[in-house]
DNA sequence: TGATCTTGATGTAACGTTTCAGGCGTGATT
DNA sequence: AATCACGCCTGAAACGTTACATCAAGATCA
């Protein structure tokens, strides 16, 4: 406020220099940023008369020159295909929460699926701009990310959707005993016609969920049957296609577990349509646990991800990496649990005699 | 791949200087950047020279030193209380886009409601990281946005909630007439105790709809009625506390219109514990159009914000500004639309006779 | 007393760009 | 033939830090 130039219209707000600070303060640049930075010994005298300029003249320092100088940024690139998912936004708030705490910010780039785009972004995040990266849900071949790992770069993988490099930190949800878990209960109100609305088949979270799905089967003894395994994208409108084909199916299941909770409105949305009542006609199982469950009617039975957590938890991990400190767990999975709503209820007594 | 250093694991993979591309192709650094930038006239055979030998070894410009020497970080910070919230992720989506294609990229600060870090998250932006920012729904008051806008910052606000420093651009929704538009759909349905269940109030948003909805009811002769306008709070909780409110009153209303789809939602909850039916016994209509509204059981008839158009919208003003060039419209104000879903019906006959 | 350590402060070389002020041929103009 | 304009290019100075190598002076010790 005091001197003029902070006032000029033209907007560079021709701010202080730590060079002019030393100047005003009868001190070296170095000593001045050892008293900014709180470093090494710093008599009390020069330290006095630097804090004095500095408050009285409002200087803060340049942080892209001290990027130049340090080769450090401060800047963590986080990837994700969109944002307006409460199952990225979520990873997302858990992310920017533990990277605040590390005094980082996040460039945040949004893929919208476009692989070009997710390419181009990594080049610009790689080169000068972020120290490293969170990948959440990363399109890329296997390959590009070990290239990516073997230039050195440092990253972490949030949910990878295929099996990536060994060497690459990963951060997940125990997808497989989550899905048991949820079919558990299923069981356990006594279906046995149980089907599931999965994701694109080939993607981590697919599969593993699909061989919890059938382990749990195989516990009690039920044969899995591939009518009952119906193949989606993880879009409330896959959710519906898949459910209007199993329900015109000539034996068709009492209950459904969709692997995402996407997927699982999808299938309520279906039921709907067909006078069928959930959770009286139907159960339906979802998994993720985002907002969405909780508000819909009836509330949904769902097998909850730590998503923000998984979204700290990555930050942990890529810390480490920045530091070059060793990573005990190169591969982390976080613990699910089942969350009974509505949806689910004891299975119809047969009315045939 | 070709020279070792960029395969050592000690992290720094170091790559090509531009005075080492400039000696490679046997030119100076002065023309190796002209042909990177594309400027000036450089002759074809250094031009091929060096982008041979950026191809060959894979030359990228380091946007740090970019940015100290030139001034310009290409970086735009984006505050937001929280990006949970589809309300603001799809903003943030919508931005996230726009800075896309100006080439620019996001720093992602969300607050999470605690002023004061705002207020070092603002500092931060402003010296050197960040060459503006896009403020959505900040808390500071207004004198501190004023100050940041005196020093020279540039930045634009999205739905400020409390009336802005004039020369501060702000981008927001047409609050009063989406707000009348929905009183008026109530109207036309035969409503007349037509309750708002209203934001804090002070906040312009609350303010302009409540002016919209008062007008709205003015144009028929219906004398607002100080029981039926409740306050709240924006979220799911608080619209269900406060329709209960109005549910017990001795003459309850026959509709309620929301401020926020969060709002209308936990008024359709506190409905359903009455075992209110709606549409049939009470009409409810929300505001923004968040994708909740589309999956809540019955549909909610909502007023559309647009809100990804309102995040582009921010950074289309934000790049004028940085290119010092002239805004003509300095307060944007986006035309909202009403979206009819199953919420909203018929007034029921009374059943006194 | 002279040699050896501390302690606190300094000067300055990076860091990798962009850009400005020139410089050097070459061809056109007088 | 001398001058000028022009196209193309170069050298070097920013940009604002940090960090390394010194250095001065006072304390400690043989």
Same mark, same amino acid.
Request: with cysteine; aromatic share 4%.
């Given at each position: ?10 907007g560079?707000?021709?701010r ?8 005003l ?11 900014i930075?709180g470093?090494a +010994? ?11 300029v ?10 892209? *020159?001290r990027?130049l100088?340090g080769?450090r ?5 986080v ?11 979520v990873?997302?708030?858990?992310a920017?929460e533990?990277l605040?705490?590390?005094?980082m910010?996040?460039?945040l780039?949004p ?7 997710e390419v181009t972004l ?15 849900l990363?399109?890329e ?12 770069y440092r990253?972490?993988?949030?949910d990878?959707?295929?099996p ?6 990963t951060?997940?949800a125990?997808h ?6 949820a079919v558990?209960?299923?069981l356990s ?8 609305v999965?994701?694109p ?11 919890g ?24 409108r896959?959710g519906?296609e898949?459910t209007q *084909? ?17 997927? *699982?409105?999808? *299938? ?6 067909r006078g069928?009542r ?13 907002f969405?469950a909780?508000?819909?009617?009836p509330?949904?039975?769902t ?16 810390v480490?990496?920045?530091?070059n400190q060793r990573? +005990? ?16 209820a ?5 009315v045939a005699?």
């Open positions: 406020m005091e001197s003029l130039d902070d006032a000029t219209g033209n560079r707000s021709s202080l220099t730590i060079r002019e600070v030393a100047d303060a009868g001190v070296s640049t170095a000593t001045v940023s050892r008293v930075n470093r +010994e710093v008599s009390e005298k020069a330290r006095k008369a630097v804090m004095r500095v408050r009285e003249h409002g200087y803060s320092t340049n942080r892209t *020159a990027a100088s080769g940024t401060g800047l963590v690139g990837t994700l295909p969109v944002v307006h998912h409460s199952y990225f936004s990873i997302l708030d858990g920017g533990a605040y705490d590390h005094d910010r996040m460039v780039c893929t919208h699926h476009e692989h070009e785009r990594l080049e610009r995040l790689m080169h000068g701009t972020t120290d490293g990266a969170v990948l959440i990363p399109e071949s296997g390959e590009e990310l070990s290239a990516l790992h073997e230039h050195g990253f972490v993988i949030v990878p959707y295929q990536p490099d060994e060497r690459v930190p951060v997940s125990a497989t005993s989550g899905a048991s878990e558990e209960h299923l109100l006594g279906h046995r016609r149980i089907a599931a999965t994701g088949r080939g993607w981590i979270a697919t599969e593993e969920r699909l061989r799905y059938r382990a749990a089967l195989a516990t009690v003894g039920v044969m899995p049957d591939p009518r009952l395994e119906v193949e989606s994208d993880f879009s409330d896959g519906l898949a *084909a199993l329900l015109e199916l000539p034996d068709p299941p009492t209950a459904i577990f969709a692997f995402n909770d996407m997927l *699982a409105i999808g *299938a309520m949305q279906a039921a709907r349509r069928i959930i959770p009286e006609d139907l159960s339906v199982v979802g998994f993720d646990d985002t969405e909780s508000i819909v009617t509330t949904l039975t097998v909850r991800q730590p998503l923000a957590e998984m979204g700290r938890m990555a930050v942990a991990l890529l480490r990496l920045l530091e990573i +005990e767990a190169l591969h982390v999975e976080l613990a699910t649990k089942l969350v009974v709503r509505e949806s689910t004891a299975v119809a007594v047969p005699g």
